[in-house]
């Protein structure tokens, strides 16, 4: 059975850092490319950071970059996304979610995923 674990939500002010993390099990985890999106309350689900397989291809939503980091250590089966400057529009459910694609690029299409965390809250706020 496959399970996806976010961490590291909580709430933070203005400017401030966060670092999320989701680490996947049932699966052979260099095996699939990882995504973060989130989801604010009345909004539309967001992809906002991928990574490919090995790492080496990552994307971003023009909404978080210069901001947010995706890095992945597929040793430890976790992906993460480094969050600073934090905004009050970042306020969201984070997921994180796992998809296999046969090229080593960073897939960014919400419907490419198959697997997803249940989510964790980020609240940005002074």
């Known amino acids: 059975q496959v399970h996806l674990v976010e961490s590291g939500g909580g709430s933070v002010h203005p400017g401030g850092s966060l670092r999320l993390s989701c680490t996947m099990s049932?699966?052979?985890?260099?095996?699939?490319?990882m995504g973060w999106f989130r989801q604010a309350p009345g909004k539309e689900l967001e992809g906002i950071a991928h990574?490919?397989?090995?790492?080496?291809?990552?994307f971003y939503a023009d909404s978080v970059k210069g901001r947010f980091t995706i890095s992945r250590d597929n040793a430890a089966n976790t992906v993460y996304l480094q969050m600073d400057s934090l905004k009050p529009e970042d306020t969201a459910m984070y997921y994180c979610?796992?998809?296999?694609?046969?090229?080593?690029?960073?897939?960014?299409?919400?419907?490419?995923?198959?697997?997803w965390g249940q989510g964790t809250q980020v609240t940005v706020s002074a």
């Open positions: 979610a796992a998809g296999y694609y046969s090229v080593d690029v960073a897939i960014i299409r919400e419907r490419d995923y198959t697997y």
């Open positions: 049932g699966l052979t985890f260099a095996d699939y490319h």
């Open positions: 990574v490919s397989r090995s790492g080496i291809s990552v």
